[in-house]
């Protein structure tokens, strides 16, 4: 079974600071993606990377940014908190093998709180 | 127009009822879809892939429609456990990415 990994479940920080969501797959997936779920809004896709040191923006990047140095890792960065970005923060991977799109897993989610 | 467009219910229906899902999606192309179930305050799981030639698994059963462009999911013989939200999965209209639709929510009830 594919495992993705966030490294909270829950984070509480305050307005301004810089906040390091982690999350680890261990298939060898060619592809991450950070994903955020508000109410009423679904899932919206802040950013993908489809390599290691690569990333492009999805839909939302603003006041995120990404970093993929090992395959396995994908780090989605708040460089300075905001009450909008209080969210449930969900990481996904999947891999480019077979025809079409390949279906996406996700970790167990982090609920982030900026007070 | 939405890539992927659900209706987001809810759908209430009994214990025992059949209940289907439509999903629209703007692709004409797209080759990919899937279901996913999402409990309450949890990530979503993948359901099924969705086939031109339909999937089937156990009580549920998706097909895709690419005249009226639309993928479907049917529940049989529904349980109190099958109440969740269920989100469309297809791809972007431009790229390689994945979009998700909304969700459509069901619940079941005794």
């Known amino acids: 079974d594919v495992k993705v990994t966030q490294s909270s479940r829950y984070l509480v920080k305050r307005t301004g600071e810089k906040v390091f969501l982690e999350c680890v797959q261990d298939?060898?997936?060619?592809?991450m993606f950070w994903y955020r779920q508000d109410p009423g809004l679904g899932l919206r896709l802040i950013y993908f990377?489809?390599?290691?040191?690569?990333?492009e923006k999805g839909d939302i990047p603003e006041g995120y940014s990404v970093s993929r140095e090992k395959k396995e890792r994908f780090s989605l960065i708040l460089e300075s908190a905001s009450t909008n970005q209080t969210s449930m923060y969900l990481c996904?991977?999947?891999?480019?093998?077979?025809?079409?799109?390949?279906?996406?897993?996700f970790g167990d989610g982090t609920r982030l709180s900026i007070l | 127009r939405k890539e992927v467009e659900q209706d987001p219910g809810p759908f209430n229906v009994p214990e025992g009822a059949t209940v289907a899902f439509n999903c629209t999606y703007s692709?004409?192309?797209?080759?990919?879809f899937f279901w996913y179930r999402q409990d309450c305050r949890k990530e979503p799981k993948l359901l099924m892939s969705?086939?031109?030639s339909g999937n089937e698994d156990g009580r549920f059963t998706a097909q895709l429609n690419r005249a009226s462009q639309y993928i479907s999911l049917l529940i049989r013989d529904s349980k109190l456990s099958d109440s969740a939200t269920y989100l469309c999965?297809?791809?972007?209209?431009?790229?390689?990415?994945?979009?998700f639709g909304a969700g459509t929510i069901l619940r079941v009830k005794s």
């Open positions: 996904a991977s999947n891999t480019n093998g077979g025809t079409g799109n390949q279906p996406q897993h």
């Open positions: 298939m060898d997936h060619e592809n």
């Open positions: 990377s489809y390599d290691v040191k690569m990333k």
């Open positions: 692709n004409s192309a797209s080759q990919s």
């Open positions: 969705v086939y031109s």
């Open positions: 999965v297809g791809p972007r209209e431009y790229g390689n990415k994945l979009v």
